[in-house]
């Protein structure tokens, strides 16, 4: 069976190895040779993509996540039967889907009538993310929902949480994504907006995948076309 691993934090980010790590079988590296974290569903369409094949199992697409998608499927393997995307550093939680990159490689795998996962990391500032625990829960979620039915046309967003080494061990809950909007600021200066968002003050409505995450827990949405 052969699995596309793509994120949009670039190929030599730290979680797309572990992701890789959590597998736990061959799968093809087929991700941004730049960081494109953000680029939400962007394609590119007016110039050639550069593909640098680095072995048999991966390839860095100077292009989107997207592009990632569609060269894997289309091009590299033909016979790709999951799209994995992540481990994302930083939250992909209620609406962050429409501006998400990682999330949009699986949204453009489902278009194709391809199964995929997009898997993101929250960041509780000041902590660090502790990718041994990453690849640990999303072992433990891989193994969840392998089995789990998707319709064409559907794919899993997946939210891992950020907790002390400490914490009691996540628990994995189906939920509903957050349709609230993010907190937007922007410093001025002169005639220079700078963006500064307050990730950890948004609105999180109870039993929402924003709630789950911020309470500790992994947060799995299904999310259809």
């Known amino acids: 069976m052969t699995i596309i ?18 597998l736990g079988r061959e799968g093809i590296i087929v991700a941004p040779k730049e960081p494109h974290s953000g680029c939400g ?20 697409i100077d292009g ?9 499927v ?7 039967k999951w799209v994995l ?10 609406v962050d889907v429409y501006i998400s990159g ?6 453009e795998a489902a278009m194709h009538g391809i199964p995929g996962i997009a898997i993101s990391h929250w960041i509780k500032r000041p902590l660090t993310i502790n990718w041994e625990l990453a690849t640990k829960w999303t072992e ?14 559907s794919f899993w967003n997946v939210n891992l949480p950020h907790l002390e080494t400490s914490s009691p061990e996540p628990k994995i809950i189906f939920c509903q994504g957050s349709t609230h909007p993010l907190p937007v600021n922007y410093r001025v200066e002169g005639d220079l907006c700078y963006y500064y968002g307050e990730y950890a003050n948004r609105e999180h409505s109870k039993g929402t995948d924003v709630d789950v995450c911020f309470s500790g827990n992994i947060a799995v949405t299904l999310i259809k076309l």
């Open 102 to 107: 990682t999330v949009a490689a699986v949204r």
């Open 140 to 153: 433990k979620v891989l193994d969840f929902l392998w089995d789990k039915t998707l319709e064409t046309g």
């Open 64 to 72: 989107t996540p997207a592009d990632c998608t569609r060269i894997a």
């Open 41 to 60: 569903h962007r394609v590119t369409t007016q110039k050639p993509i550069h593909i640098d094949k680095r072995s048999l199992t991966e390839y860095a």
């Open 5 to 22: 691993l793509t994120n949009d934090d670039g190929i030599d980010a730290p979680g797309i190895r572990a992701l890789s790590k959590a």
């Open 85 to 94: 995307s992540g481990i994302n550093a930083g939250g992909n939680l209620g």
């Open 74 to 80: 289309k091009h590299l393997n033909k016979h790709t």
